[in-house]
Each structure stands twice: as structure tokens, then as C-alpha cells.
């Protein structure tokens, strides 16, 4: 089934539609939950609410393309794992790590199995793990993301500034401790 096939069917109440999109998209649906999360429990817990707010709201739902539908149901999974951190009172924004790698220098992550890179992420503090999961994968820019998180827009740009200098220094660590064993 294409996702259009499958939007409609569960538009139209097909239970087996529901199984086709709950098999397409969990996958990717779990791997966001764990970059908001981190804890399986917690991952489990937001990917079944997930799915059940978007069967119930499949209605509200406008197809506009192949991605789509899969792109609805990150944006569901990930607001929805945000909430839980915000009822538990674990959403804090901090200011330090202060990391000495220039902006300017990227590191090469070619070499790093990406389940590597998501351990990496999924280790950064809570507020930069939340600012920089919204802005490189949800695509949301500072202003969004702030009025989202009830932030400022300035703190939005600083914790993902800085989530993006500890991953980088991240990088380098691994790659030094690759390299030297």
C-alpha cells in the first residue's frame, strides 16, 4: 500500500490499513520518541499514544505527497514526548558545558554507525537534546521552537548552539578513541 492507500483506509475505518501504517512508520516513530526520551518505557508508552491520537485524528489529516503522512506522525510522537517531559517537570534549559570547538570546523561523521551518533544525541542535557531534536529534525526554526517550549527566541539559538558544540566535541572523542585503538 502506498501512503495515500493507507491514509484513506484508515480514513475509512480498515483495520488492516491501521496495521500497514502502524508497521510503515513505528520504526521511525520509536527512533524519534528515543531521541526526545531516551528511556524504552517512556518510548513505548509516547509511540502507542502516538498512534492512537493519529487514528483518531486521521480525519484532520491532509495528505499532500509521499512523506507526509510519516512526517504528521514525527510531529505527533514528538510533541507528544515533549508533554511527558514537561508533566514530569524534567524540560530545563541550563547554560553550561561550555565547549571550546570553533563553529566553523564541522566534524566528519562518515565513519560513525548512526545508532552511535543517536546514543550521542540522546546523551546531551534534556533542553539541548529538545531545541536540537526540533531544529535539525523537525525542520522548526528558533521562533517556533520557543513559542513551543515557552522559551525565549535568543534561548532557543543558545541551547542548540551549544547542544551542537558538545556533540561536535562528542565526535572528536570518539573519533580520537577509534583511531588510537
Known amino acids: 500500500m502506498t501512503e495515500q492507500q493507507i491514509v484513506i483506509g484508515v480514513k475509512n475505518g480498515d483495520r488492516e490499513a491501521m496495521r500497514e501504517m502502524y508497521d510503515l ?13 531516551g528511556d524504552s518505557d517512556d518510548c513505548r508508552d509516547v509511540l502507542q499514544e502516538g498512534f492512537l491520537k493519529a487514528f483518531s485524528r486521521i480525519g484532520d489529516f491532509g495528505y499532500r505527497g509521499e512523506g507526509s503522512l510519516k512526517a504528521w506522525v514525527t510531529r505527533i510522537v514528538a510533541n507528544d514526548a515533549i508533554n511527558l517531559l514537561k508533566r514530569r517537570s524534567r524540560l530545563t534549559f541550563i547554560d553550561t558545558h561550555e565547549v571550546d570547538i570553533p563553529d ?7 565513519h560513525i554507525p548512526p545508532e552511535e551518533i543517536n546514543r550521542m544525541i540522546a546523551s546531551l542535557p534534556m533542553g539541548y537534546r529538545i531545541v536540537f531534536n526540533q531544529y535539525v529534525f523537525e525542520h522548526k526554526s528558533h521562533k517556533e521552537i520557543a513559542r513551543s517550549l515557552g522559551i525565549r527566541e535568543n534561548s ?4 542548540f548552539l551549544r547542544a551542537k558544540r558538545l556533540l ?4 572528536h572523542q570518539y573519533q580520537q578513541n577509534h583511531d588510537e585503538g
Open 25 to 37: 512508520l513505528a520504526g521511525s516513530a520509536m527512533s524519534t520518541a528515543m531521541r526526545y526520551l
Open 104 to 110: 566553523d570546523e564541522p566534524p566528519d561523521v562518515n
Open 156 to 159: 532557543s539559538a543558545s541551547q
Open 168 to 171: 561536535a566535541k562528542m565526535i
